[in-house]
């Protein structure tokens, strides 16, 4: 062998794109206790009493099932969620996560030519996803109204489209008749990304066996309360499952992940007790902010609040988001500010936590309203 | 909106090489027990009993840590594996499974001008993601001997070069003397792929510290019998590093799984006695299948034998080795073949099992060799 002349050089060899990359920066996660979480949109309250069980079931006295590789296509998770949705298993894609079924999404339409397209705001990771394939955005804005900008979404020339419905992070949800029309109109793939539906009025998920350009992405996370175990999933005609299908890692969920899954779906009853629950207290919430602080807040239909906090002079813009949400902080109160761009810079996005939650936040938002 | 024109068609949409790809084939994953599982190289021993107890300490009574995102960066997990292998944390990634960095790997270092590279035979894998890339792969074959060709690959214009060490599906080991000559002579990034290192004599770790083009890729499924967990990880200089957390999921591995490597990771008296009961299982069924039956079989460094059947008659070849494979089908043991390429397709792969699989292994072979 001759010896190598040149020093190596990672970010010579590295592609060029990929060197480039800013990483999509999660929420915060503090490591210590104490914080009311109110900003990565988790359920505030425990998964079905089953999924422990299931859990403790699978791992045995030893776990000696996990020396073992699990399904990889997820098969009985496809068929439940087939069933749970008047579909076929061959409708249904599991993926490590919401994030690994739209990465994967990404990676099979989108390309420097073919732009993949999405809404502003919406979910912020899009446009990270679409870098790491070095492909092309199209971003459709809202306007303050936050009505569905359908004709524009529909005369795009995007190949795919990633619609977040209901809208993060405004709550703001859209009527089925809204997608339906835009599935009659728009020419490439629409991505209908559900992650708060269970929390909204209706969804798109019955237009999937009509509609051959639909894929409805969800996710267990917040619905299930199971974020910690990562299991997303695709609803779409056949044809795009199996695109999925080629690009996934071939054991891309956890044995255990599956377990989890499978026992809260079976769990319908608890489920709709604990979105019951969440849907009043967000409503209060609201009309409270709305009533007693004058803060325009939208009608949500997620988990979430998107509200525009003014200060005791009257005041609204980023500078008095940015002071409510440092002074939560101090209190160890973690809720959401995205400051760069003029729709969100004035709004706090606040996860709907339990009561009590809610109640101290309450607390503090007087608090702040005199201090300020 | 005006109504679109053309009728929907995802094969026209999506990329023209994801279209044409196939889907990577994983071993059988027989659904009914009874089956003897040699097969996939799994564990055949339970995982360390504090991965159990670790595991149900994070579910507790009612699952409700679950409901919370993990640690994106699986940040304990780093500073283990760091501690472990005598570097920092920020030498350390950990992905959804060895599968995962590999992905990334190509996804940070591949394209169509830019080759991944890697030897025939190896991980079968490494063609199937180079292919979900759309990148241009280069292949260094072995022949017979299976000794590295080290002046092939050094001389390659790979920009990444995945090495199987010990190799799949052979077994043979390398020197590590042999892969820091590599180092030094190979211009591109190497990832020494080391899923089976644990059940070799040497490993290339040690030279992550002082070899910036080194990537070493490890799993918990062999070595800490968690294939159904899915975690693995990369030993890397931080640039490396720092190119693999930008192109990952936010949220690659869960909560239980970053539980379940802790736990195991701290029990080293119980896995070192797993290997050598499993390299002594090994180098006996090794020894018999020589001395007793006559077959060529590599030397193996890892958790499976590769061997060339012999039937009664003295042939070997393609249709020998799948006669054995199919006669074992027929008796429930699973082992596997790799029958499209001339080093492989005459020989079978065959897990260590425990020392009564292996007995029921060798009794099957021996009828069969009566019979065929």
Not at 80 to 104: S, T
Not at 276 to 283: E, G, S, V
Request: glycine share 6%; hydrophobic share 40%; net charge neutral.
């Amino acid at each position: 062998m001759s010896s190598s002349e040149s020093k190596f050089d990672v970010q010579q060899l590295a592609l060029p794109h990929v060197v480039r990359l800013h990483a999509y920066a999660p929420g915060l996660q503090p490591s210590e206790p104490g914080w009311i979480k109110l900003n990565t949109n988790e359920n505030p309250y425990p998964p079905s009493p089953r999924v422990a069980e299931a859990l403790r079931g699978e791992i045995g006295k030893d776990g000696a099932s996990l020396r073992l590789y699990p399904n990889p296509k997820s098969a009985s998770l496809r068929e439940a969620l087939g069933r749970a949705n008047q579909l076929e298993a061959n409708h249904v894609f599991i993926g490590n996560g919401a994030d690994d079924v739209l990465n994967l999404l990404v990676r099979c339409f989108c390309t420097p030519a073919a732009a993949a397209g999405f809404t502003l705001p919406s979910y912020s990771l899009y446009p990270v996803l679409v870098g790491i394939q070095d492909g092309r955005t199209l971003a459709v804005e809202f306007d303050r109204s936050m009505r569905l900008p359908s004709e524009a979404i529909a005369g795009s020339a995007a190949s795919v489209f990633f619609l977040t419905s209901p809208n993060a992070p405004t709550g703001v949800g859209f009527r089925t008749t809204e997608i339906e029309a835009l599935l009659n109109h728009y020419q490439g793939l629409l991505v209908v990304d559900e992650t708060y539906a269970v929390f909204a009025e209706e969804n798109a998920a019955g237009l999937v066996a009509r509609y051959p350009n639909l894929c409805v992405v969800r996710t267990f996370s917040k619905s299930h309360c199971l974020a910690g175990m990562r299991v997303g999933y695709a609803l779409a005609n056949p044809e795009v499952i199996g695109l999925l299908d080629r690009v996934k890692d071939s054991y891309n969920v956890s044995r255990l992940s599956q377990t989890a899954a499978l026992a809260a779906l079976a769990d319908t009853d608890y489920y709709a007790g604990l979105v019951r629950k969440i849907r009043a207290t967000r409503d209060r919430a609201r009309q409270t902010w709305m009533d007693q602080f004058g803060w325009f807040t939208y009608p949500s239909q997620t988990n979430f609040l998107f509200t525009e906090p003014r200060d005791r002079t009257g005041r609204t813009g980023l500078d008095v988001a940015r002071g409510l949400y440092d002074f939560l902080c101090t209190q160890k109160i973690l809720v959401r500010h995205f400051g760069s761009h003029a729709l969100t810079s004035s709004f706090l996005r606040i996860s709907v936590g339990t009561d009590k939650e809610m109640s101290v936040l309450q607390e503090n938002i007087e608090v702040w309203l005199k201090s300020a």
